[in-house]
């Protein structure tokens, strides 16, 4: 039988909009309704880093928060010095108010943090950060500057990543048992120079994003101006195809990992810390270039952290 054109594209829609890889939009979060969709966490820093975490009441007094039309940033305090015997740097750290398990999230980021001794991170988890039973899935990391970003998933034990698989990034470790790596997990560099910190916010940003099943978390970046960003990332509308999207950045599969047991339902953080068990350590800190100690700088230095803070555009999460 023939089948007319106009039919065949029907149902070339219509198969479209049930195959596992078509999402659709439950949350698009621009301006006020960014910020209203994360809560504040002034929490001890599970990473000891020299931060304060504050509340989003003393964050909007302080101007640590801004909204300019669909635009969010988020900083650090960039004007105190601090006294060693107090508190570390104001600055932020917001959960999501929903979870997610099933999902593709879009950021559009038009800055991240950068300078020594920082350590931004945009994740999503199940639970503490001692505690991997939920599973974690960074999806924009680094310190100190270092480029490129690093991608990486962290559990509990028996989660092994394979050797060779299809992603663009370089495997940095297989083994995402935080138990036996230092909580180090299993890594992904992003094989993009301007994936993370000054290169990225030179290049006006980009947009990261996670699409995680039941079976495989895959990590995509695009670079603002590059001529391989999906349509339906940078002119969103009320679905997305990650089927057209292409190799991802990362791709962690669920090949010797049981995602039923190390993956839970995942709030989405973003934080900005300082020092800690990453940034601070001191054979890191000092192969980064960067000077004196870095507590001693994050203390002594505020007008070092000018350009200390996330802008986004949007984050769209389909589902």
Known sequence: MVVPLAVSVAIAIFAGT???????????????????????????????GRVNYVTQATAQADGLISVSGNQVTLRADSTTVLSPSGPGRNSFRIQSNVQYTTHVAVFDIAHMPQGC??????????GPHDNPVQGEVDI??????????????HTGANCTMPTSRIMTGTSVGTNCDVYETNNSGCGVDINDNNSFGPSFNRIGGGWYAIERTSSF???????????????????????????????????????????????GPHNIIINLTFCGDWAGNGGVYAASGCPSDCIDYVNQNPGAFTDAYFTFNSLNIYE
Request: aromatic fraction near 14%; hydrophobic fraction near 35%; charge should be negative.
């Open 217 to 263: 978390v895959k990590i995509f970046f695009w670079e603002r101006e590059s001529l391989s960003v999906p349509t339906d990332v940078r002119y969103p509308t009320s679905f997305v195809i990650t089927d057209g999207w292409g190799t991802p950045a990362a791709y962690f599969p669920n090949t010797d990992c049981d995602f039923s047991t190390h993956m």
């Open 117 to 126: 001794g920082t350590w931004p991170a945009v994740y999503s988890t199940g």
């Open 140 to 153: 924009v990391e680094g310190v100190n500057d270092q480029t490129p970003n690093l991608s990486s998933m």
């Open 18 to 48: 049930v195959s596992a890889d078509t999402y659709s939009l439950t949350s698009k979060l621009v301006g006020q309704g960014f910020l209203n969709a994360f809560n504040w966490q002034a929490i001890v820093d599970p990473t000891h």
